[in-house]
């Protein structure tokens, strides 16, 4: 099984997290782990799962304007911040339109902040959303990974991300092999 895991990461969280779904798929899928600035259409062309995942911002995918907020948040002096070197590109929002048809199975994780959905907004909804009318078929429900205020991982987040992508790939891999009948 082929997959390609697409991330945007500001801080290096989500990073993190599609890493360690990646490590979760195991020895017995082919796969390659991008920043959105690298996942050119073409790469999804082969994929048997594409994963998909970015930071929530102002409770969805972020903006030009919330990326810009991002970074100057890191400027800051003393803010204890660090921009992931992945963060300069385009968001996931500008990616999924230069996208057409995709037609393989997919999933969606986002991180946002350990607070409750209906405060924090959830971006895997949306990325979920942009997918299925790409042609995707989800693998899972959408997932949230959560971070703390001091924008850390949350103790466990990167175990139960690499828990998530064992599942992803017992879930795709009976999708494929039913598609191959």
Not at 18 to 40: F, K, M, N
Not at 68 to 92: H, I, V
Request: aromatic share 4%; glycine share 10%; hydrophobic share 40%.
């Amino acid at each position: 099984m082929r997959t390609v895991i697409v991330y945007e990461s500001m801080y290096g969280n989500t990073r993190v997290i599609a890493d360690a779904i990646g490590r979760g798929l195991g020895l017995d899928s082919e796969t390659v782990v991008v920043p959105v600035a690298q996942a050119h259409p073409e790469l999804l062309d082969a994929a048997d799962l594409v994963v998909v995942g970015g930071p929530t911002h102002v409770h969805s995918l972020s903006r030009a304007a919330t990326r810009r907020s991002a970074r100057e948040a890191a400027n800051q002096p003393g803010s204890g911040l660090t921009m992931d070197p992945g963060a300069k590109g385009p968001g996931l929002r500008d990616w999924f339109t230069t996208l057409g048809r995709v037609d393989t199975a997919a999933a969606a994780f986002d991180t946002r902040l350990d607070a409750p959905p209906m405060f924090t907004g959830r971006a895997s909804k949306a990325i979920a959303r942009l997918l299925r009318r790409r042609g995707c078929t989800m693998a899972a429900k959408p997932e949230s990974f959560l971070v703390t205020k001091d924008n850390r991982l949350r103790a466990g987040e990167e175990d139960r991300a690499c828990a998530w992508g064992r599942q992803l790939a017992g879930q795709a891999a009976g999708k494929v092999a039913a598609a191959d009948r």
